[in-house]
């Protein structure tokens, strides 16, 4: 078994609270999610990944130019103000109604915002408590020497990737948009619903 693959079972034993003859992976998951809730910053700056292999599956580097920011999103659909009047009783819930992108995609977005000089090449999911979810996202510093020199990077530093978190243009935005289903009847996702329904 390489190294790499012996560290992603690792971390996916502690991410499922599984229990081991030398540590407890339950507790030292629930000892960084309470370590996570305390940072009153919702967009924190970290010195390398959390999850090493699953980074670098996703594209990590360790050099110049690559930043990782873990980001705290709070859980469940967003705020819907009950109205009170003009609606019939089943038009006046506020229950079920869901956001249209995925939490992931909003802490993306939130951690473009915070680091406006740099592009989201992608995230992944580190870990979730009764309040919060949690995501590490990799952040691409498209004016850095080291990242126009790398052949792998590159083409993140072209104009027309620019904003691509707020665009749906990475992996996971693709997802939300439903772009990466094998369904049947997704035309209409493409090239977005909006744009779809837009059409005479």
């Not at 959390?50 to 580097?61: E, F, H, Q």
């Not at 469940?76 to 038009?91: D, E, F, L, V």
């Not at 592009?119 to 126009?148: C, Q, R, T």
Request: charged residues 40%; glycine residues 6%.
């Amino acid at each position: 078994m390489t190294y790499s693959k012996a560290v992603k079972e690792i971390f996916q034993k502690e991410f499922a609270g599984e229990k081991d003859s030398f540590y407890d992976y339950n507790k030292l998951n629930k000892e960084r999610l309470i370590g996570f809730r305390k940072t009153k910053e919702s967009v924190v700056k970290l010195d390398k990944p959390t999850n090493i292999p699953r980074a670098r599956s996703l594209g990590y580097k360790a050099k110049k130019g690559i930043t990782v920011v873990r980001v705290r999103v709070r859980k469940g659909s967003g705020t819907k103000t009950r109205p009170n009047k003009a609606r019939r009783p089943k038009r006046m819930g506020i229950a079920k109604l869901t956001r249209r992108k995925s939490i992931q995609v909003m802490a993306e977005e939130r951690a473009s915002r915070k680091h406006p000089n740099c592009e989201v090449l992608n995230s992944y999911w580190i870990g979730e408590d009764g309040k919060h979810k949690y995501f590490e996202v990799m952040l691409v510093d498209v004016n850095a020497p080291e990242i126009k020199s790398d052949k792998d990077l590159n083409w993140i530093t072209e104009k027309q990737h620019k904003g691509r978190s707020e665009r749906g243009l990475t992996s996971q935005g693709k997802k939300s948009r439903g772009l990466k289903t094998k369904r049947k009847n997704t035309h209409k996702n493409r090239p977005s619903r909006r744009s779809n329904q837009r059409k005479n």
